[in-house]
């Protein structure tokens, strides 16, 4: 008899039901604070700036802080993932991040609040990486797009909420109550997340296949499956030996055209959503415009993080991944080309809303099409390094910016970031990679390591 657990299989022939909602609403909510504490800075640093509380430099320094926090995060929480599994690595990140948000809301000064920022991003960047790596492992493929979606529209809404929570705190009680909100949150899903399973995948690729099977087994039970699903005791093949697959594998010959792939995808994806979202405003008011039509450029920014990914998860598994990514990244290439040039109200925020929902749906589908390229054993480590080299790119990315600017004027920037959408756009074409509808192990490259010579390709084997 072999111990083979089978568990991707049997995770992937689950039906859908109130099991993957509540795996998608606490993965979810870690992401919505993630959001929240992230993109409260703008009007934290404001409100500090305009009491005298901190300086430009100093706020400089603490947006400097969150980019290397975020950095380092996403290249943690790989490897933390993958050595000591998904369930201790997302709830370590929860708590670095909550327990060190409400740490800020109690900084004497500028400099603590600085270096509990620091700590508080390495939490912050390790949430997307665990976030969408957890969603692929415990949804079927045939609903793994709209989950993704779906995942985003929570995450999302953080940026929106902050905007209004912002709006009646800060003017009423200061800013530090901004940061009690983010860790209380924080931390009530910590607790929350108690209950989330560990991987089943991942348990039985690391040979705990007797823990795997018990978890497989609750996870059944929990989907309202009767009869558990065909596992180890039926089949013959032979389990696969459980051994720790080092980080140079990523750039072993059979995986690192996708790991190139998977950190150009992160870098565009990233480095064109900070850019366009961040800087869009500011270009119109140094062209003479309003104030009033720039923050109509943040109110479609607010409604297109959530509009996006609500599309994104009615045809992401229609289109599947490559198509839609492909389509996603020439929409945003055009829109994000023509937008700066717009002059009336109306279609500033229109065309803005739909550049920013492009750009919410390009983000979605670059950073959860990732996850879904690397075998499970360094799969967290394969979407760390690509989520670490896409930080690195927005730590330069307003240098970038302003050097284009100030060379080109706004033409050269939109120009070079429209670029940057098509050039993706034909990579991912060349690549031909498509990830929608298929099992993960399906997905696998054929050797895992040329250093021991193990095959990954399970699909053969099942």
């Known amino acids: 008899m072999s111990n083979r657990v089978n568990a991707g299989a049997r995770l992937d022939r689950l039906p859908i039901g109130p099991f993957h909602t509540r795996v998608l609403w606490l993965i979810g909510l870690g992401m919505f604070f993630d959001s929240f504490d992230n993109t409260l800075s703008s009007s934290v640093l404001a409100a500090m700036l305009k009491s005298g509380w901190s300086t430009l430099q100093l706020n400089s320094v603490f947006m400097s802080s969150t980019f290397v926090g975020l950095t380092v995060g996403a ?16 709830q370590f990140n929860l708590a670095i991040f909550g327990g060190m948000a409400l740490v800020s809301a109690l900084a004497p000064s500028m400099p603590w609040l600085i270096a509990a920022r620091f700590i508080m991003g390495i939490g912050m960047g390790a949430e997307y990486v665990m976030g969408y790596g957890l969603i692929i492992e415990f949804v079927p493929p045939s609903h793994r797009g709209r989950y ?22 800060i003017p009423w009680i200061g800013w530090r109550p901004m940061f009690v909100i983010g860790g209380v949150g924080t931390l009530w899903v910590w607790w929350m997340r108690r209950h989330l399973p560990e991987s089943p995948r991942w348990l039985e690729r690391v040979g705990r296949h007797a823990e795997a099977e018990e978890v497989m087994r609750a996870i059944e039970k929990d989907a309202g499956v009767a009869t558990p699903l065909p596992s180890a005791t039926q089949t ?14 990523l750039f072993s010959r059979t995986v690192i055209r996708r790991t190139l792939l998977a950190i150009v995808v992160n870098v565009i994806c990233l480095f064109g ?36 990914p609500l599309f994104l998860s009615y045809v992401s598994d229609k289109m599947g991944r490559r198509t839609a990514i492909m389509v996603f990244a020439a929409v945003c290439a055009c829109l994000g080309a023509i937008y700066p040039f717009l002059t009336s109200a109306t279609t500033i925020i229109l065309c803005g809303f739909l550049l920013v929902s492009s750009v919410a749906i390009f983000l979605t589908l670059g950073l959860g099409m990732t996850p879904e390229m690397f075998p499970t054993e360094y799969r967290f480590r394969g979407g760390g390094v690509a989520q670490m080299f896409g930080r690195l790119g927005l730590i330069g990315s307003p240098f970038i910016v302003l050097e284009l600017f100030n060379r080109f004027g706004i033409t050269g920037v939109v120009f070079a970031i429209s670029g940057a959408y098509i050039f993706i756009a034909i990579l991912i074409m060349l690549a031909g990679i498509e990830t929608n509808q298929q099992s993960l192990e399906a997905l696998e490259p054929e050797e895992m390591s040329e250093a021991d010579g193990t095959l990954a390709s399970t699909a053969s084997r099942q």
């Not at 993704?148 to 705190?169: C, N």
């Not at 800087?279 to 607010?302: N, R, Y």
């Open 273 to 308: 959503s900070y850019s366009l979202t961040g800087w869009m405003p500011t270009f119109f008011v140094k062209q003479g415009m309003s104030v009033t039509h720039s923050l109509g450029f943040t109110a479609a920014m607010m409604g297109g993080w959530i509009a996006g």
């Open 75 to 90: 290249a943690l929480a790989g490897w933390l993932s993958d050595k000591f599994g998904r369930r201790f690595a997302y």
């Open 236 to 249: 013959t093949a032979p389990a696969k030996e459980a051994h720790w697959v080092p980080l140079s594998t």
């Open 148 to 169: 993704l979606g779906k995942l985003a529209l929570i995450g999302g809404s953080g940026v929106f909420v902050t905007a209004v929570v912002a709006t009646f705190i």
